[in-house]
């Protein structure tokens, strides 16, 4: 290694430069070396005669340091710094103005084997968000067990969905956040990825390695393809085809991507009787590959509401949990031959989790002369509603939140359909009933 006293003289770099590093089939950016006398963190020094300030660090690896370009920071210097200790591993700055204005985030232990050097430095667009992002290989181990372990800082940008369509990845990211300018994280799930797939070797195997990881990720989803899931839905069919033996006049089935984590969910419900009663229950494929009936928030013995429709309407609400999709569903309950009670509300899946918020009320009562109805409503605070208000307070609650509108279109199949069928039959019943879904 280069002793501290060596100062990184800088040539200008081209800004479409994407490798940096001196690995076979790379673009390489070049350094130049002058010696000169420099001590302690965050010291500049003349470099030339075009005025350059090129920083000096404490232990920094002055041919893996570059100046370059970074969304939100401009022109700025990175730099590489040995770690403090044969088993640790090299840190990552920027430095700017003679400051360090940012320390890239670091790993929660330490690679195994002895830190050899820094293999080479990438600044590009890694995962095609629009964002420059970091690259960093770095060689740990000894002779014939030597080997290189990707570093990949990647830059934060809200439009990135990434993480909300995979939350069960969310434990692997480590975030570097900063007060100062946009903030880097790592994915390490990504990094292990890129070791198991040997994409390690060289810059130019891994930088377009983006999509398939994707491709891994999605596949990862419950561990198991849509196809797969609907398999195992037909596999299973008997023991979510048992109906009830009252209110049963309509017994069906249908599956619907309900949540954004890649698990279909199969809902099978049933309606009947003189009070018009619906229940339902929702079934997922679990990650050990097993059907799973979900828990809901319904209240035993209540009915549930009426989900045997060809159409909802979604609103969908996007935060750091990921995106919920709340589906506006209606019940109709005849409590007596002359009172009859509404209700709208929403239902959303969220961690295997089926909740139902209720949004307002609708009661109608005949009586007296003419048999005339008498109409009554409130929505969820108790306050009264007309039955107008009742019949748009779903669009007026979620739109005064600013959520997305959607609507979704179902099929269902009765389930008396399935008899008699063989699990190939039913499979192929399955998927026409998931096919039949979209949400737009």
């Known amino acids: 290694m280069k002793k501290a006293g060596i100062i990184l003289l800088m040539a200008v770099l081209s800004f479409g430069i994407t490798g940096c590093g001196k690995s076979d089939g790379e673009i390489v950016a070049e350094p130049q070396w002058e010696s000169a006398d420099a001590s302690g963190a965050g010291n500049e020094k003349e470099a030339g005669g075009d005025g350059t300030k090129v920083p000096f660090a404490e232990g ?45 985030p670091e790993p929660s232990k330490n690679p195994d084997g002895k830190f050899e050097a820094v293999s080479a430095v990438a600044f590009q667009d890694y995962n095609k968000d ?21 570093m990949v800082f990647l830059q934060e940008n809200s439009d990135n969905m990434f993480y909300l369509d995979h939350p ?42 983006w999509a398939d990881y994707v491709d891994y990720a999605d596949s990862l989803a419950g561990s198991f393809s849509a196809e797969r899931q609907i398999k195992i839905f037909a596999e299973n069919r008997a023991v979510w085809m048992e ?10 089935f249908t599956v619907a991507g309900l949540s954004n984590d890649g698990r279909p969910v199969l809902i099978v419900s049933n ?7 619906t229940y339902s229950n929702f079934y997922k494929i679990d990650k050990k590959g097993e059907l799973q009936k979900l828990e809901t928030s319904f209240q035993a013995g209540d009915s549930h509401p009426d989900i045997i429709r060809e159409s909802m309407t979604v609103y969908s609400s996007f935060s750091t949990e990921g995106i919920k999709n709340h589906f506006i569903v209606y019940d109709l309950i005849k409590d007596s031959p002359g009172t009859y009670f509404e209700r709208v509300s929403s ?12 949004l307002a009320s ?15 409503g409130e929505d969820c605070s108790g306050n009264a509603l007309t039955k107008e208000e009742y019949e748009n307070f ?42 039949g879904f979209s949400m737009e």
Request: aromatic letters at 12%.
């Open 347 to 358: 239902l959303c899946v969220s961690d295997d989790f089926v909740l139902e918020t209720p």
């Open 60 to 104: 920094m690896i002055p041919e893996q340091s570059f100046e370059t370009e970074l969304d939100g920071w401009g022109k700025i210097f990175f730099v590489s710094v040995m770690p403090q200790g044969e088993s640790g591993a090299p840190k990552f700055m920027l430095i700017k103005n003679g400051e360090t204005v940012y320390t890239f």
């Open 271 to 277: 309606q009947g009787g003189t009070g018009i009663y």
């Open 243 to 252: 109906g009830m033996d009252y209110a049963n006049d309509v017994f069906r």
């Open 130 to 150: 629009g964002k420059k992002d970091v690259i960093v290989l770095a060689e740990y181990g000894s002779g014939e067990n030597r080997r290189n372990e990707a």
């Open 362 to 376: 609708l009661q109608t009562v005949y009586e007296g002369e003419g048999y005339s109805a008498h109409i009554t």
């Open 168 to 209: 069960e990845l969310k434990d692997y990211k480590v975030d570097g956040k900063t007060e100062t300018g946009p903030s880097f994280y790592r994915d390490t799930f990504l990094e292990e990825y890129l070791s198991k797939q040997k994409l390690t070797e060289r810059m130019a195997d891994l930088s377009d390695s």
């Open 394 to 435: 779903a669009d007026t609650y979620y739109g005064n939140m600013g959520l997305t509108k959607k609507m979704a279109a179902f099929k269902w199949i009765d389930v008396k359909t399935l008899e008699g069928m063989s699990d190939e039959e039913a499979e192929k019943l399955l998927t026409e009933a998931y096919e």
